[in-house]
């Protein structure tokens, strides 16, 4: 299982014959089996056991920016039934290797934490998130996001390298073994918006504050099916390799003008929040982590408080998260309108309410704050709603600061 977030459609020729420019019929992605080691390179490996999942195979790419802190794509950990991410005890991760199959170490995870702005129903932005391991890794070495001292090497037209493990053409079957390089230039955040413009085939076109695009106008170069959560690489001013991207996502693998796309870990947007929720990570194992493995699952504010508890989860930040509990989300209509109200802990701000029925939003709405633990907001209904199992998705600003979040089902009644 390798879900990239590549778009799958059935107007590939089509879409071929209105580009300007064919990719080579050679090119495949254009990558090489890479002949350097990259001590950073992380394979995720991800096991469903609710599933009926007997064995762990390849999902997504990810590299070490902790000695026991994976940055990977939000979307490799997110589980679109639930609304929330799968449990860490679904993933470990292979470390120490160029191959899949032979050599490295692998390291169970203990715990997951998703990106607070990142949304499984669009995921054009802030597609990131980091995973906690039960121990340091012994055979791999830690890779240094790009900062603000690193601007300069990495603009447009400039070179940028990005690994990974994913398919060798669009739609393969299956992955290599062999652990595989390409090299691509970076593109301007304006040429990159207009491409995916002009196809119109994506609908969620990239977010200029928290991705970086890179490719060739031509094709023949790009990552794809399974590189996803992999590094976009440059070399800083001294020639060590730092990391400014994480495969996010893309039409097809290499198409012309279609660039891949990649959550900016390197920028202002996301990088403050990287660096703040690993090293918090880091540090906090031994309060946060369960003892043995990664049999305890994904831990995050609900289980601190308890199990059955339902809460909007804060990032943690410390080594001990606090979150805002939310007590409860009802939901009614009124005239035409739906209102929820909350009952939480504490006082909130900036709350953004989104009802969706699967990729869909059929109903949103907004409030300044909740000045007391209690409130209503009212939404907008769309389109397309009608009775049945739905999914509130509900963010806000606590009194610390905090972004906090919580996704729940609820059920409209007619």
Request: proline fraction near 5%; glycine fraction near 12%; hydrophobic fraction near 40%.
């Amino acid at each position: 299982m390798t879900p990239v977030r590549r778009l799958s459609l059935p107007l590939l020729s089509a879409l071929v014959a209105v580009l300007a420019l064919a990719a080579p019929a050679d090119a495949i992605v254009g990558g090489q089996t890479t002949q350097r080691d990259w001590p950073h390179m992380a394979a995720m490996e991800f096991r469903d056991a609710a599933a009926g999942d007997t064995e762990f195979s390849f999902r997504c790419g990810g590299s070490l920016i902790r000695p026991d802190v994976i940055l990977t794509a939000a979307h490799c950990v997110d589980d679109t039934d639930s609304g929330g991410t799968y449990p860490a005890a679904n993933f470990r991760f292979l470390l120490g290797t160029k191959r899949r199959s032979a050599g490295g170490e692998r390291i169970a995870a203990t715990q997951v934490l998703e990106h607070p702005r990142y949304d499984q129903t669009d995921g054009a932005a802030a597609d990131i998130a980091l995973i906690k391991l039960e121990r340091g890794s012994s055979l791999g070495r830690t890779i240094r996001l790009a900062g603000p001292a690193d601007a300069a090497q990495w603009q447009p037209a400039d070179p940028s390298t990005v690994i990974g493990w994913g398919a060798e053409f669009y739609g393969a079957p299956t992955v290599p073994d062999d652990l595989k390089e390409v090299t691509v230039p970076i593109v301007s955040d304006a040429e990159c918006a207009q491409a995916y413009a002009v196809t119109g085939l994506f609908a969620g076109t990239p977010d200029a504050a928290t991705s970086v695009c890179a490719g060739q106008r031509q094709g023949g170069g790009d990552s794809c099916q399974g590189d996803s959560g992999g590094p976009l690489m440059v070399q800083d001013a001294a020639g060590a390799w730092i990391q400014v991207g994480v495969v996010s996502f893309g039409l097809g693998c290499a198409f012309p003008t279609q660039y891949g796309v990649y959550s900016e870990a390197g920028g202002d947007a996301l990088r403050g929040w990287i660096e703040q929720n690993a090293s918090a990570m880091s540090t906090a194992s031994a309060t946060t982590a369960p003892a043995g493995g990664g049999s305890g699952g994904s831990i995050t504010g609900a289980q601190q408080q308890g199990a059955g508890s339902s809460a909007l989860v804060a990032p943690l930040r410390t080594r001990i998260s606090l979150p805002a509990r939310l007590s409860s989300a009802r939901v009614a209509r009124r005239r035409g309108r739906l209102v929820v109200t909350l009952r939480t802990t504490v006082a909130l701000r900036r709350l953004v309410l989104t009802l969706k029925r699967g990729r869909r939003t059929v109903a949103d709405g907004r409030r300044a704050q909740l000045r007391s633990q209690r409130g209503r907001v009212t939404l907008r209904v769309r389109r397309g709603l009608r009775a049945g199992r739905a999914t509130l998705r509900i963010r806000a600003v606590d009194p610390a600061g905090r972004r906090v979040a919580q996704t729940r089902r609820v059920t409209i009644k007619r």
